[in-house]
C-alpha cells in the first residue's frame, strides 16, 4: 500500500517577539501563512494548518483547519489528533519559516522512507556558543557539536503521538522523541530557512526573495 504523508503547519503563535501576526505578514504580496502551506502541498497527502484561536485568517490552502493551543506543542497535538488515521509520516513545520525548500522536504522524505522514524534538519553553528549566568560566563561548549535545528522535521506517526502523549512543552518536535529515547536523525539543513521571530527577520526574508537569491 503507498506510503500516506501529511504535514501539519503551525500557524498558531502570536509573535510576541515580532509584535504580531507574523505569519500574516506579506511576502512579495503573499502572506507568509500562504506561503509555507504551499510549498508543503505538492508533498504530501494531507495538510492541517493549525491557526491562532480568535482570529480570522480567512481563506487558508489546507485539508483542515484546526484552532491551536497555548503553546507550540500544544498546537502541534491539536494538529495530530486532525490527521485522517491512514497517515504513515507527519512533517511537521513552523509556517514562520517561508523559506524552506521543497528540497528540503523531499530529503526529510527519504530519509523516513529509508527507515528514520524521526529526522531534523540542522546547521553547524558559525559563533561560540557560551552558558552565562548573572551576567558571567560558566561555559563555553564545544561548537563542533552543536547545531542550530529547523523545520520541517519528519516522523513515523506512531513515534510523533507517542512522543506527544506525555503533554510536555518543548521548542520543537524532535526534543519530545528525544525525551521517550528515540533515535533523531539530522539531514543538512539550509541557512535561508531561518525562522522569521523578529522585524530585522522579516526585512532579511523580503531581501532574499526581491534579489532572487533564493527562489
Ligand atoms: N506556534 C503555534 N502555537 C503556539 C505558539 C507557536 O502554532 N501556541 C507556531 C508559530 O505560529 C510559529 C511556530 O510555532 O509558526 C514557531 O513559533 P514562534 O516562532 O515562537 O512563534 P510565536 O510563538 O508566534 O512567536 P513568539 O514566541 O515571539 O510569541
Ligand atoms: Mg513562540
Known sequence: MRIKVAAIIVAAGTGTRFGGLKQLELLEGRRIVDISLSIARPFVDYVVCVKTPTVDFGSLEADMVVDGGDTRSGSVRIGLEALPEDVDFVLVHDAARPLASGNLYLEILSKLEHGSTAVVPVVAVSDTIKEVEDGRVVRTAD????????T????SKLV???AHRSGLDA??????????GVPVDVIPGE???FKITTMEDLDRASHLLKDRIID
Open 160 to 162: 510523533l503521538v507517542e
Open 143 to 150: 561548537r563542533s557539536r552543536l547545531f542550530l535545528t529547523q
Open 152 to 155: 520541517p522535521q519528519g516522523f
Open 191 to 193: 541557512t535561508s530557512n
Open 171 to 180: 521548542t520543537d518536535d524532535a526534543q519530545l522523541a528525544e525525551m521517550i
